[in-house]
DNA sequence: AACAATGTTCAGTC
DNA sequence: GGACTGAACATTGT
């Protein structure tokens, strides 16, 4: 379930596997994934290039592109914005998973590290000149392909802003605290449950209003997210927080025992401890 | 079998 | 008119 830090993985293979491999083939014959664009136009755009950096922004990921033979001008970007459940294996030749070849890196074993590898669920891959490939699996299909993203449209980074700028960013206005810390243009990178991890670390009730937040619990806040966020990279997943295992009905408090409440707020499921967020 | 879940987008409301 | 809210979207697991 990518979040920013299984982008961030994915960013990371893509960038150690697939830059300066010459695309010689493109599969975007899924419309949705790739709307708006007509079936062929990415690939038009796109073959005899080489991908040159893998960024990201948030939950937004991006691959500057090269020129042609013929032309040194550089491509469009080519964005794979992963979705909820989206993937990116990378192959050489052979067919096997280059080195690093999987999303979740080395050393994690997740579930399903197999099971989401459905041949159905490629939704757009590219071809190497050398015959590997670089593929985008996304069983639930809300992730997106397009060429040259809007990615000005979003925040800053949530870890690039320091505690004055995020004092200045999510203070703003009076909007539940939730709402603006997934407000994506404000801040590019929290989901649904980076947000709960934050929030219950911080110990701070998702329904308060921003701009009843006083400096000292906005500068928790900030500490909470680094930290919460930092250590789902590290982990390879948000769900390896400390409070989100315990998300779902029954679920108690990992440090008190209460009973985790339950509402929508910011118009997502939100689990939190009524007794020590407040 | 109906429904919850997930992130972004878009239409709508205040 | 900016700030904010809620539903739609596609698909699958429960």
Same mark, same amino acid.
């Given at each position: 379930m990518p979040k920013l830090p299984e982008v961030e993985s994915a960013r990371a293979v893509v960038e150690a596997t697939a830059l300066g491999r010459r695309i010689a =083939? $493109?599969? =975007?014959? =899924?419309t949705w994934e790739c709307r708006p664009h007509a079936p062929g136009e990415i690939g038009e755009a796109l073959v005899? @290039? @080489?991908?040159t950096a893998a960024r990201r922004r948030g939950k937004s990921m991006w691959c500057d592109t090269s020129g042609t033979g013929r032309s040194a001008t550089p491509g469009p970007a080519l964005g794979l914005h992963l979705g909820m459940s989206g993937r990116i294996l990378v192959t050489d030749a052979d067919g096997r998973l280059t080195e690093g070849g999987d999303y979740l890196g080395r050393g994690v074993a997740g579930a399903g590290r197999q099971a989401d590898r459905n041949p159905v669920w490629v939704r757009f891959a590219l071809v190497f000149e050398d015959g590997g490939t670089l593929r985008l699996f996304d069983k639930r299909r809300l992730g997106r392909v397009r060429l040259d993203p809007e990615v000005d449209a979003l925040g800053p980074d949530v870890l690039d802003v320091r505690v004055g700028e995020f004092r200045e960013l999510v203070g703003r206005g009076r909007a539940p605290v939730k709402a603006r810390l997934l407000d994506q243009s404000v801040l590019a990178g929290v989901g649904n449950l980076l947000a709960d991890e934050t929030l219950w670390q911080a110990g701070i009730d998702p329904r308060r209003r921003v701009d009843e937040l006083d400096d000292d619990d906005l500068s928790r806040l900030h500490r909470a997210l680094r930290r919460a966020t930092r250590a789902a990279i590290a982990r390879g997943g $948000?769900?390896?927080?400390? $409070?989100v295992p315990h998300r779902g009905r029954g679920g108690h408090c990992p440090r008190c025992g209460a009973e985790m409440a339950c509402a929508t707020v910011g118009g997502r499921t939100t689990w939190w401890c009524p007794v020590e967020q407040v």
């Open positions: =083939d $493109v599969d =975007d014959s =899924d005899g @290039r @080489r991908l $948000v769900h390896t927080g400390e $409070v």
